[in-house]
């Protein structure tokens, strides 16, 4: 299958700074990738759809401004997360498409203190 | 809107034994299903996915069902192993661009 990877894996930081997650298509293209946040013993939550060439699409209640994503090629999207706050700490995973399905990086543990 | 509905209940399945987990959906019937497994801390890994006009997927120690009547999917593995512990997530497609529609998942416990 395809291979999705995430960088960093886990991050530590102090709130109010800002916190920047890769995710890259390794050996296939993604016009479209998928960011999700997941809490403890919670399901997958969408944040937002990001698209190569144009702007993400948000889903409600989650802000544009504090969540930024840029999907700079066909293979790499960002998410930063601006001004942490403690309760923005939880388990980040990107996603692309191929086909009918869904390949997902590995996540990336956010921690803000 | 379309919402999922899986046992938020972790279940405990004897090794060897068959292990049946259910997805329930409210709304309209997908063209597509899909099952995913997710060990802690890691992402979710593809694993089987079923179209509404099929019954059943079967893919070596795993089997899927799709009933539109029932809106209902179940999820079979078979001989299980300690191995196969883990939280398993039913997800359904929306809109062209492969959005998916998730379950909370229901944690699997083989036990040896």
């Known amino acids: 299958g395809a291979v999705v990877s995430q960088h960093p894996s886990r991050v530590i930081c102090k709130s109010g700074t800002s916190v920047k997650i890769e995710c890259r298509s390794l050996?296939?293209?993604?016009?479209?990738m998928f960011w999700y946040r997941q809490f403890p013993k919670q399901s997958l939550m969408l944040m937002a759809t990001?698209?190569?060439?144009?702007?993400?699409?948000?889903e409600q209640g989650v802000e544009k401004d504090k969540f930024l994503i840029n999907h700079a090629s066909l293979t790499l999207s960002t998410l930063t997360v601006t001004s942490a706050h403690p309760e923005d700490s939880s388990f980040y995973i990107c996603?692309?498409?191929?086909?009918?399905?869904?390949?997902f990086g590995p996540g990336t543990r956010l921690t803000v203190l | 809107s379309q919402k999922i509905e899986q046992n938020s209940e972790a279940l405990n399945i004897q090794e060897g034994k068959t292990a049946t987990l259910t997805c329930n959906y409210t709304n309209y019937s997908p063209a597509y299903l899909q099952w995913y497994r997710q060990d802690p801390g890691r992402g979710p890994v593809f694993l089987l996915l079923i179209r509404e006009n099929e019954k059943e997927k079967r893919k070596e120690r795993l089997k899927v069902t799709f009933d539109t009547t029932l809106k209902q999917s179940l999820f079979h593995i078979t001989a299980s192993q300690p191995a196969d512990s883990a939280t398993y997530l039913c997800?359904?497609?929306?809109?062209?661009?492969?959005?998916?529609?998730w379950g909370a998942g229901t944690k699997l416990i083989i036990k040896p």
């Open positions: 997800a359904l497609v929306q809109g062209s661009n492969y959005q998916l529609i």
């Open positions: 996603s692309g498409p191929q086909g009918n399905e869904q390949f």
């Open positions: 990001s698209n190569e060439g144009s702007k993400a699409t948000y």
């Open positions: 050996d296939f293209q993604a016009t479209t």
